[in-house]
Structure formats: structure tokens, C-alpha cells
């Protein structure tokens, strides 16, 4: 079951979690602690939208946009005219990807391109167009507070790149910007790698089998897991009572990957009583190993920026997943009990 599926059936899942100072707990503890807080303190549809009114409300009505009601619960969008400004938040595997797009309508989106699919593009088009050396925040968070300060950033990325189409409706940036993103598609799309959907060049399912065997083949068969397709985008490798599980989703023109471990029968029972988590990604083990862990980029916009998150995560299973692989479910146990404490059933579920 995706993660979207879970919030529309509203499964409950923990608000709170244990507040303690950083610097009276050890290394271990304080990764638990983090840990608690990216599985348990998941924003709620409306706290969303207050956030999105606390960073970018007095600016966006500075310039003439007001927000727009009965929009989805984790979709918000304000107008000007025919401009259109849609904020976005989206779910992979326990992380949140926030995005921003402008979408024009009418005579001025006719005006910027004929091809309707690039009459909306994401403000990190305008960004990397104007300024290739410019710095994106197009990376997953965990935590309220750092996706706010996302968006704080994001806001400043978009009053600076995208003032000419949002204060002068001036699409002359825009027109150059889809000129080349189509020539791009039909590059791409005519390898046979990838189709086309709504101006995303999505890979297949087969390129996808592909890059997980690249990536994963040789370490699954010396690990002496099985690979089998669960789903389209999700391929799971099994090795008695341990899986593995390849997931690929999409937010709105970016790649999610997950690389997760279940643990069924009795390995599962042993590790932990409550049977929810028995089933964790593999950067909870690193930061569970290493609190003060950078956090690593989560999302990605190309074929080449997957197959780099795919390394980064089959990396985290082989340094911080050795012993589990091998049957030792201890480190598993104490980070499901420190979940397991902090959940009191008031909040949603994230599986």
C-alpha cells in the first residue's frame, strides 16, 4: 500500500513525541529521538495550509495573488488574472517533498507556449534558467520545522527568478524555458527509456527493472535474496523471513525511492510486538547509527539523479544493515520500542 493510499483511508498515527534535551542523551538516544519524530509528527492537511499562509501569504498579496478555497488537502492555490501559483505537498516513503509551480491559463498560457503540458513548470525551471549555479532546495525533509524553513527558502527562490512572469506577466522567459524542455522530451522519450506524461519524462517500468538490478543485482544475489515484481514500481527481494523492498513513486515531475527491510514470521515477532513496524526504510538504521548524520537528498528530477539516490541508499544497507541482514533483530527492537512509546493512535500512519 503507497503512502497516499494510507492518508485517504486516514489511518492514525502519533502527533506527539518525547521532548528531551539533546545534551543530556547519548548518541544512540538521540537518534531514536529523531527517529520518533519522523515516524510520529506527520502535518496535518490544515496545518499545512496555515503554513503555506504564514511564509508566502503577505508577499503573494503584496503582489496582487489571493488564495483559492476547496482546493485538495495538501494541494493550496492563489491567482492573478490568468497566473496561477499551486503549493504542493507530497509524501515518499516517512519524508515530506514540497514543490511550488506556476501555471498559466488563457491567452497568456498560449502566449508563453503552444504546447499546453509546459504551460505549467515548477519555479526551479526559472531558477536553474536564470542562474545554472543557483542552488535548489528540491530535497526531502522529515520534520515541520525544517520543511518550513524549506519553504522560506523557496519563497526567496521565487520572488527572485520568477518576478518578471508574476509581476509583469512577462513570458519571454518562460517561451525559451519550454522550448527547451520540449526538445529535451522528444530526446529522451525517443530512447524508449522513458514516456512522456504531462511534460515529465517519466521512466518505464522496464528501465526501472533495469536500474534496480544495475544498481542492486550483484549485492542481492551475494546476500542470497530473490527478486520478484510486487507491484509496477515495486520489486521486492526475499531471503527467508527478510524482505527487501524497491519502491519508486512520483510527486509532481520527481522521482521518490525508497529501499525498505520487512521482517515477516517469526524474525518479525522477534524484532517487535506491534507488526507496523516491521517494515522500516534503511536511513532510520543510519540514523539511528549516526544522529548527526547529514541529511542526503531524497528526491530526484532525472534518470542519472535516481540511479545517484539508489546508490546512496543500497550504501546505507550494506554499512548500517549488515547485522539485521544476518538475522540480529536488537538494534530493530529498540528502535521500534522507542516508536512504539511515542505512538498514542492520534495521528495518521504513513503505510
Known sequence: MTMRQCLAEGLSKSETFGQASAGTKSHAEQGLLRLSVMENAMITGQRFSELVNEVFGAEIRKIGFNFSSGEKEYLITAHKGNIQLIFRLEFGYQEYYFSIEIQLHGSLGEQATPNP?????PISSFTKYIDPTAKL???????????????????????????????????SVWTKIAGEL??????????????????????????????????????IQELGFELRQEKEFIYV???????????LEFAYKIYLFSLE??????????????????????????????P??????????????????????????LKYCQSILMGDTSIWTKIAKENIKNYDGSWKKLR
Open 237 to 247: 527481494a526475499s531471503k527467508g523471513e527478510t524482505q527487501l523492498i524497491f519502491r
Open 137 to 171: 532546495y528540491l530535497y526531502a525533509v522529515h520534520m515541520e520545522p525544517t520543511l518550513k524553513r524549506q519553504m522560506e527558502k523557496m519563497k526567496d527562490e521565487m520572488l527572485k527568478y520568477c518576478q518578471s512572469i508574476l509581476v509583469n506577466e512577462d513570458t
Open 292 to 317: 548527526n548524520a547529514k541529511r542526503k537528498p531524497g528526491s530526484a528530477s532525472t534518470e542519472e539523479e535516481l540511479k545517484e539516490r539508489m546508490e546512496i541508499q543500497k550504501g546505507e544497507l
Open 182 to 219: 520540449i526538445q529535451k522530451s522528444a530526446e529522451k522519450v525517443g530512447t524508449g527509456n522513458t514516456q512522456n506524461t504531462g511534460g515529465f519524462t517519466m521512466i518505464t517500468k522496464e528501465r526501472y527493472l533495469e536500474l534496480v538490478n544495475e544498481v542492486f543485482g550483484s549485492t
Open 117 to 121: 503540458y509546459y504551460r505549467k513548470l
Open 261 to 290: 527491510i520487512r521482517l515477516l514470521g517469526k524474525l518479525g515477532e522477534q524484532a517487535t510486538s506491534d507488526s507496523y513496524y516491521r517494515q522500516l526504510g534503511v536511513g532510520e538504521f543510519r540514523l539511528f547509527a549516526d
